[in-house]
């Protein structure tokens, strides 16, 4: 059975603390990706990764950065924690291709920033 | 670039009623097409998806969607609603050719099944 898993269901910071999100899948999937959530807005991506060590803006990332070092791995990093980075936060991973390949979600880190 | 409006926040449906979810996509060509769902304190999961062919799409739980190109529309259907069907619904549309698989997702409609 596929698996993306998240480090944290919930998450509570103080503002300007530096924040990681962890995401693994077992799936030996090339794209890992990171989202926010937030309602009315749906989903947004921050970032994404299509091999080890590379990394691709989405369209937030300002207040984001993310790391890959092993290939099952995929870390979002909030280096100044805000308020306004309260939300939830999901990571999914996919197959490479020419096509596009369902992505697996985890099922999400909570994060509220004080 | 692309984009997807689901134009309802909230549908409500007694069960065993029938369902359409709309979806709406501004892209110049033809599009990938996507339906996931997510139930409460869940990830998303795929429910269909849409490349080329037949553009009436099967997906999993009895769902389906119909590519209407003239339309730019790819509404998700199905016949019969049940009380477990209740959650949110996210249509999505990726671009052909940009080389990333990179995915824009809709608002959301969240689906509530009233007995």
């Known amino acids: 059975d596929v698996k993306v898993t998240q480090s944290s269901r919930y998450l509570v910071k103080r503002t300007g603390e530096k924040v990681f999100l962890e995401c693994v899948q077992d799936m030996d999937h090339e794209n890992m990706f990171w989202y926010r959530q937030d309602p009315g807005l749906g989903l947004r991506l921050i970032y994404f990764?299509?091999?080890?060590?590379?990394?691709e803006k989405g369209d937030i990332p300002e207040g984001y950065s993310v790391s890959r070092e092993k290939k099952e791995r995929f870390s979002l990093i909030l280096e100044s924690a805000s308020t306004n980075q309260t939300s939830m936060y999901l990571c999914?991973?996919?197959?490479?291709?020419?096509?596009?390949?369902?992505?697996?979600f985890g099922p999400g880190t909570r994060l509220t920033v004080l | 670039a692309q984009s997807v409006t689901q134009p309802d926040i909230h549908i409500t449906v007694s069960e065993g009623a029938s369902l359409e979810l709309r979806c709406n996509y501004s892209?110049?060509?033809?599009?990938?097409l996507f339906w996931y769902v997510q139930s409460p304190g869940q990830g998303l999961q795929l429910l269909l998806k849409?490349?080329?062919?037949?553009?009436l799409v099967q997906g999993i739980k009895g769902f389906e969607a119909e590519f209407k190109r003239s339309q730019s529309s790819f509404n998700l259907r199905k016949p019969s609603v049940h009380w477990s069907d209740a959650a949110e619904y996210f249509c999505a549309v990726g671009a052909r050719g940009t080389g990333f698989q990179k995915l824009v997702f809709g608002t959301g409609t969240r689906l509530l099944v009233s007995p």
């Open positions: 999914a991973s996919s197959e490479a291709g020419s096509s596009y390949n369902e992505q697996f």
């Open positions: 849409y490349f080329s062919g037949d553009t």
């Open positions: 892209y110049g060509a033809t599009p990938y």
């Open positions: 990764s299509y091999d080890v060590k590379m990394k």
